[in-house]
């Protein structure tokens, strides 16, 4: 089991510096087995509203270790608005730094 393990932690460590690599994105080195984890929970809270299910699921002791994916669907889910944030700079590692964070480039 643990030569298994071993075998999907090199293929995830290598498809993950190569796509880095390739879309010249840092942050998808970041990306790691608890990575999914996180999400896996978080979509499964989304879709059921169910914290004790999600704790359950994970294998949690206590409710509070569950309740950050409740705060986090809360902040990917409920919070989509009509409103935008506008950002202006002309310093381009401003710029750099505003796109790597999400922001839309325009002229």
Same mark, same amino acid.
């Given at each position: 089991?643990?030569?298994?393990?071993?075998?999907?932690?090199?293929?995830?460590?290598?498809?993950?510096?190569?796509?880095?690599?390739?879309?010249?994105?840092?942050?998808?080195?970041?990306?790691?087995?608890?990575?999914?984890? @996180?999400?896996?929970?978080?979509?499964?809270? @989304? +879709?059921?509203?169910?914290?004790?299910?999600?704790?359950?699921?994970?294998?949690?002791?206590?409710?509070?270790?569950?309740?950050?994916?409740?705060?986090?669907?809360?902040?990917?889910? +409920?919070?989509?608005?009509?409103?935008?944030?506008?950002?202006?700079?002309?310093?381009?590692?401003?710029?750099?730094?505003?796109?790597?964070?999400?922001? +839309?480039?325009?002229?």
């Amino acid at each position: 089991m643990e030569r298994t393990n071993n075998s999907q932690k090199t293929i995830l460590l290598k498809t993950r510096k190569a796509l880095a690599l390739k879309l010249a994105n840092p942050r998808l080195l970041k990306i790691s087995f608890h990575t999914f984890r @996180h999400w896996k929970a978080t979509q499964l809270y @989304h +879709e059921t509203k169910d914290p004790y299910y999600v704790k359950d699921f994970l294998g949690h002791k206590e409710l509070r270790n569950t309740e950050i994916y409740i705060n986090i669907e809360r902040t990917i889910f +409920e919070s989509s608005t009509d409103d935008f944030t506008v950002k202006v700079t002309s310093d381009p590692e401003e710029v750099k730094s505003l796109l790597e964070v999400g922001f +839309e480039y325009v002229c």
